[in-house]
């Protein structure tokens, strides 16, 4: 048996690297922000790189550390380089955090080509890739790792207002984080995923721009803070989730339909 400490709960990442993607503003700033403030040394990914120095000054300011790289998700050897320039600088990854993603705000039959490919390659594609890149990694290094693949209540629920493709791609984000940790398992690579419900971000302000205050029709009549998804993203990169792979955390505060 294991002298597991008690409790046997810890969220102290000291000497882990965390990668965050779409770590400009909403969940993942928050994500990163989070996984710094207990120890982690983490790299902030997204497209605009303003907002990357500004998060990166941010925890900095509080006694962080971390390294801003811009990343596009569509982009294969992007991917591939920002997990170069990642291992160069700070050392291997050994926490991902797979959060960026795109909506597609229209019905299926309304989507031009470029918008599908767009969403398929940001919300799918992209974290396949990236996974796989960081996995391989692990594997060579004989390191555990574990990543959490951010999806969505959507994911599960379907209104019917224009986000299908938004709804499938968050739906196959949970079966890739069920397979994937069967094929890693055996690596001690855990993989997981969370599905937020409706939490402040800039694409849900989108969506209340169109659709106008959908809190009113949940039970509990309000939009959650990012900050409700803490204990969540730490239980999953924290060591007392060694027996956890593999599964979906829905985090939706009962706003959506069993």
């Not at 969940?27 to 120095?53: E, I, N, Q, S």
């Not at 050897?77 to 705000?105: F, M, Q």
């Not at 490919?117 to 992209?126: E, I, W, Y």
Request: glycine share 10%.
């Amino acid at each position: 048996m294991t002298d597991y400490p008690t409790p046997n709960f810890s969220i102290d990442l000291t000497g882990q690297v965390a990668l965050v993607t779409g770590s400009t503003s909403g969940l993942g700033k928050r994500f990163a922000t989070v996984l710094a403030a207990c120890g982690a040394r983490v790299v902030l990914a997204g497209r605009r790189v303003d907002r990357l120095d500004a998060v990166a000054e941010e925890i900095r300011a509080a006694g962080g550390e971390c390294l801003p790289l811009a990343l596009d998700m569509m982009d294969r050897d992007n991917i591939r380089n920002v997990v170069d320039e990642t291992e160069k600088t700070l050392g291997p990854i050994t926490i991902l955090i797979n959060n960026a993603g795109i909506p597609d705000a229209q019905h299926a039959v309304k989507m031009s080509d470029e918008l599908v490919d767009a969403v398929f390659d940001t919300n799918l594609r992209g974290p396949w890739d990236l996974s796989c890149e960081v996995a391989r990694r692990l594997i060579a290094a004989k390191l555990p790792g574990r990543m959490v693949n951010i999806s969505s209540i959507g994911g599960f629920n379907y209104g019917g207002n224009g986000a299908a493709l938004y709804s499938v791609t968050k739906s196959a984000i949970v079966r890739m984080s069920e397979v994937l940790a069967v094929e890693w398992s055996r690596f001690n690579i855990n993989v997981n995923a969370i599905a937020p419900g409706a939490f402040s971000s800039e694409m849900m302000d989108g969506m209340l721009e169109r659709m106008g205050d959908i809190s009113q029709a949940f039970p509990r009549k309000r939009i959650g803070d990012p900050a409700q998804l803490d204990s969540a993203l730490l239980f999953l990169v924290s060591p007392s989730s060694d027996a956890v792979t593999g599964t979906c955390i829905k985090v939706d505060d009962g706003q959506g339909p069993r």
